[in-house]
């Protein structure tokens, strides 16, 4: 059965989309709004966009928007009711009984959290047992104290084929539920067995400190060396990192980037708080967004071979993106973070990440690596290359600045850098341009919804059709002073369907906003409606407003209506003209 309306209207009052999105986002309010990096795509100017007032969001780069159920189904990936869950248990309403078929989704997600945490529980269990010394006797081989190993809940899993099987089933846990969660495997002949054998666990919790997976390193040769938990409905590695729900309460200001769960594990236990690891993946944008939403400087601190260093250029574009200043820690005498603590201490290590060394001049160093400069033509290669790279800069003082660390390595003057420079901004600026050309020479095209499946067929009456809704949502005691108008009279299908359903909800006394329209509208739908809503709107003129869009979309109305009897009365005459045809072959 669906939410009863009354809850849901309760519990959007009690949720502030503000305060809500300031939970993964950070905000600055401009005027009556607030602005901020949109946690859906990557991005480095704030184009995200909060309205308290009407209380929702939209973003103005990506085109994502709705309310406050929305944001949540977005962010973490949920069906509208168990985003609705999420939100009640927030704000300590009890969801209603009997919610319906969607609630087996939230109650799998939940079963596989309370499976993990008990799993979790186990594998730390067993460390400290008999049949765990092995992984024990490594991790103290690593360094790592007691309290380091109790606080991170690492664990190890026992070298047999059901030995988490086993034991989940004496706590009320079946092997299907197993393989849900990720913990087990079923091979091609259906048996079902341990995902994690002889293995030391690293746990992977959440911001929220749920469990969602875990990563496991071997013991002994076989591979993969460390094995990590699948994609389940609770787990998704592009969507999460190691050990931020202990950095994100960091005051350090920066996020160290490792790239395992060892190197982090080894920065906390010294001092720094503040090192994550991506999860047996490359970083990836949504890594990007989830680390903008807790930290303005990234500090990429990963081993010093050729897998590290490619892998650092191929973080440093996305991490920019996102939003974050990125600087690159380059280590010597040290393959990675562990050992280089290990051989040089804490403090040593504090000094080298205050001596970070600026993304750019560590692209420019990067690409210097690809040329000798002792030979003009590479020379000539390596300038041009580098040129691109200092063009994309945003500022002109920061271009001038590396443009001439360029020049310097090159043994060229700075002026003559500088023309390097400036053709490749000009070139780039002609193509920026000649695309904005291209999207302002269809004017008309700007008014049109984004997905073409929404695509109006008459604009100034869809136009007329948005100010009617924008009014409905502002203020619902306007419903009775719109002259019967219904959505069927609408020109867009879309905007007919969520004004019938606002003018019901204020003929009954419920709220109006965006939110309550989740639930029966699509992610795309949604979208184009918060656009709607987003737009400037007055009620100070509310009667003289509804007259003139009334008037446009039942003018709107009556063309489509004259053409429909038009276009009936023309097949009624062809048919007329085939049957008379057809009379006449037969009489000859």
Not at 123 to 141: M, V
Not at 240 to 248: G, I, P, S, T
Not at 351 to 375: F, G, M, P
Request: charged fraction near 30%.
């Amino acid at each position: 059965m669906p939410l009863p309306d009354r809850f849901l209207d309760e519990l959007l009052a009690r949720t502030d989309i503000v305060d809500l999105v300031s939970e993964s986002v950070r905000l600055t309010k401009k005027g009556n709004s607030y602005w901020g990096c949109c946690p859906f795509h990557s991005e480095k100017t704030p184009s995200f966009h909060v309205l308290p007032d009407r209380q929702i969001y939209k973003c103005f780069g990506c085109g994502k928007g709705g309310g406050a159920v929305n944001y949540v189904m977005e962010l973490e990936n949920l069906s509208f009711l168990d985003a609705v869950a999420v939100l009640a248990h927030r704000a300590g309403v009890q969801m209603p009984e009997n919610r319906g078929v969607s609630a087996g989704g939230r109650e799998r997600r939940e079963k596989i959290l309370e499976i993990n945490r008990q799993a979790a529980r186990t594998f730390h269990r067993w460390l400290k047992a008999p049949e765990g010394a092995e992984g024990l006797d490594y991790l103290r081989r690593r360094g790592l104290s007691r309290s380091t190993l109790t606080g991170f809940g690492l664990g190890f899993a026992p070298n047999r084929w059901d030995a988490l099987i086993t034991e989940m089933a004496s706590q009320g846990y079946d092997k299907r539920d197993l393989l849900d969660a990720g913990l087990a495997v079923s091979n091609k002949d259906g048996r079902i067995y341990d995902r994690f054998r002889n293995r030391v666990m690293f746990p992977i919790i959440d911001v929220r400190g749920s469990v969602i997976g875990f990563g496991g390193r071997v013991m002994d040769d076989a591979t993969p060396k460390y094995l990590n938990s699948p994609d389940t409905p609770v787990y998704n590695k592009s969507r999460n990192v190691f050990a931020l729900n202990r950095a994100k309460t960091s005051k350090a200001g920066r996020v160290i980037l490792t790239e395992g769960y060892m190197d982090t594990i080894a920065l906390h236990q010294a001092g720094f708080d503040s090192a994550v690891a991506s999860l047996g993946t490359a970083l990836t944008e949504e890594h990007g967004q989830l680390l903008s939403r807790y930290f303005k400087e990234a500090v990429i601190a990963y081993d010093g071979d050729g897998a590290g260093i490619a892998a650092a250029q191929r973080a440093i574009p996305l991490l920019e993106k996102a939003g974050l200043k990125v600087k690159v820690l380059r280590m010597q005498g040290a393959k990675d973070p562990d050992e280089f603590i290990k051989s040089y201490g804490r403090d040593a290590f504090a000094r080298l990440l205050d001596q970070s060394e600026n993304q750019v001049d560590y692209r420019l160093a990067q690409i210097q690596k690809k040329y000798d400069l002792t030979d003009d033509g590479q020379r000539i290669a390596f300038l041009q290359e580098a040129a691109q790279l200092v063009s994309t800069l945003h500022s002109a003082v920061e271009r001038e600045v590396y443009g001439g660390h360029a020049a310097q390595t090159a043994g060229v003057s700075v002026e003559t850098m500088k023309l390097e420079v400036d053709r490749a901004l000009k070139g780039r600026l002609r193509k920026e341009k000649r695309q904005l050309e291209r999207r302002e020479l269809a004017p008309a095209s700007q008014l049109q919804p984004k997905a073409r499946g929404l695509r109006y067929e008459n604009i100034r009456s869809a136009r007329a059709e948005e100010g009617l809704l924008r009014l409905l949502m502002l203020d619902p005691g306007l419903a009775g002073k719109m002259d019967g108008m219904t959505g069927e009279e609408f020109s867009s299908p879309l905007l007919g369907k969520a004004f019938d359903r606002l003018r019901s909800r204020a003929v009954e006394g419920l709220s109006t906003q965006l939110d309550a329209l989740a639930g029966e509208f699509e992610r795309e739908e949604m979208d184009h409606l918060a656009q709607v809503a987003i737009q400037p709107e007055s009620v100070a003129n509310s009667a003289r407003s509804i007259r003139d869009y009334i008037d446009i979309i039942r003018g709107g109305h009556q063309l489509r209506k004259s053409g429909e009897q038009h276009d009936e009365l023309l097949l009624a005459a062809q048919k007329r003209f085939q049957q008379k045809k057809a009379y006449m072959e037969e009489s000859k």
